[in-house]
């Protein structure tokens, strides 16, 4: 008996089925927010856990987007008068080889920024354009969901409920 394929078969198998548990997690308001498979600009993996126990405003966003530019100015101040009391973090779903640097650089972001290389967290969040947004408390928990751009009452509203209607 030729025991090849069936080898090849069964590594096949378990290579898929290890790909699908990735993409299993989905986002859904009041369940904990799907893990991220995400990089930092230096190419450092990044994770959800680094700001444990703050509520983070996670948005998604690309560089022609014009909607996710003004937010991201919004969330910049916000980020100024809030501190890390709310950790804003930015998820770009530009192609790897699009260069953010001048567009971050123009808008003077100084809160995280993140590339999803492999569109693992933009399927978790179920991201079908941006910007795509949500509130998460600093248990884990997803309180919010948006699509489109905020403007700055709405998102200096959810700022304020995410830290219990303190400023």
């Known amino acids: 008996m030729n025991w090849r ?3 090849k078969l069964a590594c096949l198998l378990v290579v898929l089925t290890g790909l699908s548990a990735c993409k299993e997690q989905q986002v859904a308001i009041g ?4 893990a991220l498979a995400a990089f930092d600009l ?12 703050k509520p983070v405003y996670l948005t998604f966003w690309s560089s022609d987007c014009g909607g996710c530019a ?5 969330l910049q101040k916000l980020t100024e008068t809030y501190g890390d009391r ?21 808008l003077h972001i100084s809160y995280p920024v993140v590339r999803d290389q492999l569109g ?6 179920q991201v079908i354009g941006t910007p795509t947004s949500y509130l998460l408390s600093a248990q884990g928990t ?3 969901a948006h699509q489109g751009l ?16 303190k400023s």
């Open 5 to 7: 394929p069936a080898v």
């Open 31 to 34: 369940a904990k927010a799907p």
């Open 42 to 53: 230096k190419g450092q993996p990044v994770g959800l856990e680094q700001w444990q126990g």
């Open 70 to 74: 003004a937010d991201m100015q919004t």
């Open 86 to 106: 709310v950790v804003v973090v930015a998820v770009n779903t530009d192609p790897q080889q699009a260069d953010i640097t001048p567009f971050i650089a123009g």
């Open 120 to 125: 693992i967290t933009k399927e978790r969040y």
């Open 142 to 144: 997803v309180l919010q």
């Open 150 to 165: 905020q403007g700055e009452p709405a998102l200096a509203a959810m700022f304020q409920q995410a830290q219990g209607g």
